[in-house]
């Protein structure tokens, strides 16, 4: 399998508009600190899937020279993670999406017009796309009652992707996505800015997260632009950025 991280930014993405901070400059100079909203692409020979729906996901498809995707993994009804789903209009109709019932509740009254053909999915139940195997996990997002990551396995190939989530996960879930090669992680600010953001971790408890798991490789997602300009920051903190690609 392939996985590329189409996008890497927090909410508001990096640059933030009207922002002239550091980071924000060397995004608009083209740097690596340019980063388009949450979503993950997974591919093998049979598809392509998609966990989460940015919304900047028509410019991740057409940089990236993504034709047609296969399936949709949304983690939870968040904006920056599933109103992309609506560039589909004219594009691809019945697509295949997958999310727990609440998030498909909510995500599918907003993209109705669209079709999609919904597969409500049950925390540590797998199911089979692309000839890979997926499973979804709880994680802790508050406000939001039922957010997931998702286990992805190919042989005995793992890959975890935590979803948005701060360090509660349940203890259910740490036993699931224990031992993973690569660990994808929700890592919204770096842990000397001074104040921490609730609902997700700062690099230190993702980090903590990812010695808990034991997982072989970590890279950091959600990023925003309190993380020093890229080139800077990967010196002390894995980040990842858009087009960052991992081979299985
Ligand atoms: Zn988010
Ligand atoms: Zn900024
Ligand atoms: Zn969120």
Redesign the pocket.
Known sequence: MKITLLGTGD?PGTPIIGCDCRTCRDARNGGKSNRTRFSVLVETDEGKVLIDTSPDMRQQMLSRGIKHIDAVIW??G?Y??YTGFGEFHRVQSHVDVYGVTDTLDYILDYVSFLKPRRHDVIPGEPFEIIGLEFTVFEVN?PP?EK?IGVIIREGDRKVVIS??TDNNIPEKSLELIMDPDLFIVDAIIPDDVGFHVK??MDAKEATEMAEKIRAKEVVMTHLSHYYKPHEEAVATFPLGYDGMEFIF
């Open positions: 909410a983690t939870h968040h920056d993670h997002h939001v957010a979803g948005d609902k997700h």
